[in-house]
């Protein structure tokens, strides 16, 4: 019997590569204002490239840019990655159905929660600003515990702590790795967000798939 429905953050409950738009013309604004029309383009298009939906190391990858756009004047690749773990969270973009899934999911009586991957400050202040913590019994960060997807001893970590077992949860996420075979080995079900990078990649015939979150209420 399932009791609880456990949701990834980035890419499943918000929209994170519209979030990522936003927080370009940020740092554009803030770092390189001189910068326009053509050239920012092709700037942010290197960004959108080079940063893979945030499965980077943030100081190499902000050296990187650094390095291709030859930015003589730029801050050290230190600096940036602090300015995007301090700020991305003042970006978010949640889908328009989560806080209307999480409501039904609540009025039925699961227990509701998100395991999150990401650095504590980072993900802590999305969810801060995302509007959805009203709606959430349950929230696991991965740097404030030290474990990080797809170790199943995250999701067993979350369960245990809850009181659930595993095969009392579903988790929704949209990498096929950290997501879902972390959760389907820590033994929860899993729901497959099919959205943002990792988009069409590695899908399984045993796991659902979904492109809208409220149709998690399909499968449970």
Known sequence: MIKAVLFDFDETLQDRTLAFEDYMDTFFEEF?????GDEL????????VT???????RVEWYQGLIDMWGWRDAPPAEVLAEHYDVTFGDHNVIFENSIPLLKELKKRGYTTGVITNGPSYLQNHKLDTSGLKPYLDII?????????????ALFAYTAEKYGLAPDECVYVGDHPVNDIEGALGAGMHAIRMN???FENQDLRPDVP???????VLKYI
């Open 51 to 57: 940063g893979k939906g945030d499965y980077v190391n």
């Open 209 to 215: 798939v979904i492109t809208d979150i409220i149709d």
């Open 32 to 36: 390189r204002p001189e910068v326009s």
């Open 41 to 48: 383009e092709k700037c942010k298009e290197d960004m959108r």
């Open 140 to 152: 696991v960060v991965s740097g404030d515990v030290g474990i990080h997807k797809p170790d199943p």
């Open 195 to 197: 959205w943002g990078w």
